[in-house]
């Protein structure tokens, strides 16, 4: 038996004005200070006071949100009691929403949810899910990516409880991006809709929104990291990161997860920078070893008029562009092109590969890394060479 779930998905110009057709009486929205800043909150609290909901903000999620955030999160939810649960912004926001809807409904701690026990959250309240960014696509997943600060280490949680009621997506939520942020969470789209293809959890339901999101990002990113005001890329590549979080989402993630949650909770690099940083590497080890994961390489590539011929060619091709992409949109291509020390790196790599080691991407293909195997990726990725074995 297998499960697709997907939210209820509104859309394109003034999608916020559906927040006019729910009832309800209290919504706590969950974002960050920037979020703030910029209005797009009240924007959302406008809407649901035309249908006399009232809504508090909580704006205090930081990137890769923390144990101790969402703690003081669900707390105040727990005060408030709302029927409904906003995460507003990037995957951070929407993140600390999903789980601290869980804490606030089950009364349990964040390091206590788990995906296995079923805890009956839309009884208290029900969750919405509005991205400001293109890429985390946590609006369209039932995933929760928390950070353990004292431990430092990555938590990835997956249970169809945290998938979203409802998932807004205006384009007016991402017009004001900043080009790094743009192409960070990009890659991180890309990623997903790549990585939740190959995954042996994929499925007839996944491909399809896998291949489109990776054509869309293809043709899109660049024009979106390029001109922020172009709505139309602005428009394609939020579809898109919804898109590739619905084929992850059912799909699983993968090896360059794996790696870039690693990397990111030793070294604190953005998620989607990091896995974008591992993607390339990642996939060149698995296509490397994989007949099956090399085929399927050359589907996406042929897909998006990459390349024409055997499975060979075209999988180094779409390898290819994969890399170029990257390097367009400000993205480093190697650790080394990064600010951390290569002593620092290799001191870490133990530690990096023990976590890589321990997420369950790492066993989502039909090439499983030994220990050994990994070790070598993480030093192929600082140097920047290829990762051909």
Same mark, same amino acid.
């Given at each position: ?22 009832t309800?009486?209290?919504?706590y ?5 920037n ?10 609290? $406008?809407? !649901?006071? *035309?249908?006399?909901?009232? +809504?508090?903000?909580?704006? @205090?999620?930081? =990137? ?12 105040l ?13 990037g ?10 809807l ?8 964040p390091?206590d ?11 208290? $309240?029900? !969750?919405? *899910?509005?991205?400001?960014? +293109?890429?985390?696509?946590? @609006?369209a997943? =039932? ?11 990555k ?32 890659m ?6 790549i ?19 990776v ?61 974008g ?22 589907e996406?590539a ?13 999988a ?37 590969v ?25 030093v ?10």
């Open positions: 038996m297998q499960i697709f779930g997907v939210p209820l998905t509104v859309f394109n110009d003034d999608a916020l004005q559906y927040l006019n057709s729910i309800g009486k209290r919504a929205i969950v974002t960050d200070k979020i703030t800043g910029l209005g797009l909150a009240d924007l959302v609290s $406008a809407e !649901l006071k *035309c249908v006399g909901i009232e +809504s508090r903000i909580f704006d @205090e999620v930081e =990137p890769d949100p923390s144990i101790q955030t969402v703690e003081k999160c669900a707390k939810a727990a005060d408030f009691k709302p029927d409904w649960v906003v995460g507003l912004g995957g951070s926001s929407m993140d600390a929403a999903k789980s601290a869980v804490c606030y409904a089950a009364g349990v701690k390091l949810i788990s995906p296995s026990d079923f805890y009956n959250v839309r009884a208290t $309240a029900r !969750l919405i *899910c509005i991205p400001t960014t +293109s890429g985390t696509g946590s @609006e997943t =039932p995933m929760i990516v928390l950070t353990d600060t004292e431990g430092e280490r938590i990835a949680l997956l249970s169809f409880e945290f998938l979203p009621d409802l998932a807004i997506l205006d384009p007016r939520m991402v017009m004001s991006m900043p080009p790094q942020i743009t192409g960070d969470t990009g991180d789209a890309l990623c997903h809709a990585e939740g293809y190959i995954t042996t959890w994929r499925s007839k339901f996944t491909n399809g929104p896998g291949l489109s999101a054509r869309l990002i293809f043709e899109s990113l660049k024009k979106a990291y390029d001109n922020g005001q172009d709505a139309e890329a602005r428009k394609d590549m939020m579809y898109a990161a919804h898109m590739a979080g619905t084929c992850i989402g059912n799909g699983m993630a993968g090896l360059g997860h794996s790696m870039g949650h690693a990397i990111g909770g030793l070294f604190h690099m953005p998620h989607g920078r990091a896995v940083l591992y993607l390339h590497y990642s996939m060149e080890y698995l296509a490397h070893g994989s007949k099956e994961i090399r085929a399927r390489y050359a996406m042929r897909f998006c008029s990459l390349a024409q011929g055997d499975d060979r060619k075209c180094d091709a779409l390898i290819s562009a994969v890399r170029k992409l990257a390097g367009s949109v400000g993205q480093p291509l190697a650790v080394k092109d990064t600010n951390i020390k290569r002593e620092d790196y290799m001191k870490a790599l133990p530690g990096l023990e976590r890589a080691v321990n997420e369950a991407s790492t066993i989502a293909f039909d090439r499983v890394p030994e220990t050994a195997d990994l070790e070598k990726m993480f192929c990725a600082y140097d920047g060479t290829p990762c051909q074995f």
